[in-house]
């Protein structure tokens, strides 16, 4: 006769969680909680006046615009569970900009080439571009 060996829960928790780590789930449900655990402690916030809160500032326009970009950029390069994580615990409003609108505020044109990138990589890119010109014409100039 054969016997069925009997398998421990830690054994079957183990498999699960290998399985869901395999099929990319398990890093899903991780972002899900993180922003469903901060979601809910700015809430508390709101509706306890009681509650110690960190005593964070309402943030600027810049900061507004900088976490738009960085959600852009994660987004664009398919980190969206980080992406979502993150539009939590910043406090991101609902509606989203515009890409149009984005680049109007940082003053970027944008043309089928540039519209490839996120908006991030194309700031950076030509800022770099810019620090390589200044450097060559101060080496032409001395």
């Not at 006769?1 to 398990?26: Q, R």
């Not at 402690?41 to 306890?48: D, H």
């Not at 009681?50 to 615009?65: M, R, T």
Request: include cysteine; hydrophobic fraction near 35%.
């Amino acid at each position: 006769m054969s016997e069925n060996p009997t398998i421990s829960e830690k054994e079957l928790l183990d498999a699960i969680k290998n399985l869901l780590k395999k099929s990319g789930h398990l890093n899903k449900f991780e972002a899900e909680m993180r922003a469903k655990v901060t979601e809910v402690l700015q809430e508390r916030q709101v509706l306890n006046p009681g509650f110690k809160s960190a005593g964070i500032p309402k943030p600027s326009d810049e900061v507004l615009l900088i976490n738009e970009l960085v959600k852009e950029y994660l987004e664009w390069n398919g980190y969206l569970y980080t992406a979502s994580v993150m539009g939590s615990e910043a406090a991101m409003p609902n509606c989203r900009k515009t890409r149009a609108e984005l680049c109007s505020e940082v003053g970027v044109k944008d043309d089928e080439k540039s519209s490839a990138l996120p908006l991030l990589s194309n700031i950076i890119a030509a800022y770099t571009e810019r620090i390589k010109r200044k450097i060559s014409k101060i080496k032409r100039d001395h």
